[in-house]
């Protein structure tokens, strides 16, 4: 199955975003430089802390 990584997914847009496409059954990993408690699919991205990007990176297929 293909991930899409909505970054800023936690922001206005991103949020909105992520959820259009859950709601059609595409698999969503959400970024930004936020935890969301509860989201085992949030990952923590810092563009300005490269150790982020594997985990921001891992298993996504598409990217926004």
């Known amino acids: 199955m293909r991930t899409v990584l909505v970054t800023g997914g936690t922001g206005t847009t991103g949020r909105r975003v992520?959820?259009?496409l859950r709601a059609r059954g595409?698999?969503?990993?959400?970024?930004?430089?936020?935890?969301v408690a509860g989201d085992?699919?949030?990952?923590?991205?810092?563009?300005?802390?490269p150790r982020s990007f594997?985990?921001?990176?891992?298993d996504a297929s598409t990217t926004n």
């Open 54 to 58: 594997r985990d921001y990176l891992l």
């Open 40 to 49: 085992d699919q949030h990952v923590i991205f810092d563009c300005e802390e």
């Open 18 to 20: 992520a959820a259009f």
């Open 26 to 35: 595409v698999a969503v990993r959400t970024a930004s430089r936020h935890p």
